[in-house]
């Protein structure tokens, strides 16, 4: 009975030893603090970091949208009104080169007209052995002569006027016209102008033949010896 009391003794006493030791390990615990405050220090450089880095981002997304904008702008005309302008431009210069083309032929023709006219007064011109222009007696067709007196009527004339056969033609032309007589190159004489002129039955009157008819009324003068 006593040699068990010391055994229980000494139990008592180890359990008292591994309590003891407990607290130790826990008094440790203190410096663990430490890494989680770099940790918090590390994430704030890492955000920092990554601000950093994401302001160039920003600039990209803003430059892709308005070049896909411009891409896909739409055209200001069809190709169909293209088409038509082109066609309304081509109809505008072949209107123009017609008209140029035209006004080249009118000066072509005044051109060889004046060249004709000039000739005719070069060859007209007479000059004397000191240079000086001889006047030309005027032509049977300028020089005024006595006509009938049934043409003077007709011309309403007094009875023995003098008149050149250029004046003569100039006035029947006149009445041609006048009184709608005219055909193109034919004249269609009314009764006054068929009775004056004598012209037969199915003949036909023309600006060619005129003088011929005329020719009758043109008073001859026999020049006195």
């Known amino acids: 009975m006593n040699a068990s009391a010391p055994v229980k003794v000494a139990k008592k006493t180890v359990a008292k030893k591994e309590t003891a030791a407990v607290p130790a390990p826990v008094a440790v615990a203190a410096p663990v603090v430490a890494p989680v405050a770099e940790k918090k220090v590390v994430a704030k450089k890492a955000v920092k970091s990554e601000t950093a880095v994401a302001a160039p981002v920003v600039v990209a997304p803003v430059s892709a949208p308005a070049a896909e904008a411009a891409g896909t702008v739409a055209p200001a005309t069809t190709l169909d009104e293209d088409l038509k302008a082109v066609m309304v431009n081509l109809s505008t210069l072949r209107e123009t080169a017609a008209a ?64 050149s056969r250029s004046e003569v033609t100039k006035a029947v032309n006149v009445y041609v016209k006048e009184h709608g007589l005219k055909n193109k190159h034919d004249i269609k004489p009314d009764a006054p102008l068929k009775k004056l002129l004598g012209v037969p039955e199915g003949e036909q009157l023309t600006y060619f033949n005129l003088q011929r008819y005329l020719n009758k009324h043109y008073i001859k003068v026999t020049p006195t010896a």
């Open 100 to 163: 140029m083309v035209a006004q080249v032929k009118k000066l072509e023709k005044r051109v060889h007209r004046e060249i004709k006219d000039a000739r005719k007064r070069k060859r007209r011109v007479k000059v004397d052995e000191n240079g000086v222009e001889v006047k030309r007696a005027p032509s049977i067709f300028e020089r005024p002569t006595a006509i009938s007196n049934e043409l003077c009527h007709f011309l309403s004339k007094s009875n023995g006027s003098l008149m």
